[in-house]
C-alpha cells in the first residue's frame, strides 16, 4: 500500500472503529509509549538487556506498526500529506547529506 493508502485506511478506520481521533497531545503521548516500546524490544533483542516475563509475545514489527499507525494519525488529523512530506525531506537530506556521510570515516 502506498502512503496515501494508509492515511487513509487509518482515517476510516478510526471513523468505524475508533469514534473519533484522539486529541493531538494525546496521540503525542500515545506515539511516545509506542516508541519506548520498540526501545524496549532493540534493548533486548539487539542490545544487552535481557528479555524478562512481561516481553513474551511481544514483536518488534507490531510496536513498529504501533508507531506508524499513531504517527498516521497524528499526520491526518494536522491535515499533512506524509508522502509530500516525506518527500519534500527526502529532498532536503540529499541537499544537506549528500556528500556529509561519504566522507564520514566512522561508516567505512
Request: charged content about 30%; hydrophobic content about 35%; aromatic content about 6%.
Amino acid at each position: 500500500m502506498t502512503i496515501a493508502e494508509a492515511q487513509s485506511i487509518v482515517d476510516s478506520w478510526i471513523k468505524e472503529n475508533g469514534v473519533r481521533y484522539f486529541n493531538e497531545l494525546t496521540n503525542m503521548a500515545i506515539l511516545t509509549e509506542e516508541v519506548g516500546e520498540v526501545a524496549r524490544i532493540m534493548a533486548r533483542q539487539y542490545g544487552e538487556q535481557s528479555f524478562k516475563k512481561s516481553d513474551e509475545g511481544k514483536q518488534l514489527s507490531d510496536e513498529l506498526a504501533d508507531v506508524l499507525f499513531v504517527l498516521i494519525c497524528i499526520a491526518n488529523q494536522t491535515g499533512i500529506d506524509l508522502t509530500e512530506a516525506l518527500r519534500k525531506n527526502l529532498d532536503k537530506k540529499t541537499s544537506r547529506d549528500s556528500e556529509r556521510h561519504k566522507q564520514n570515516e566512522k561508516l567505512k
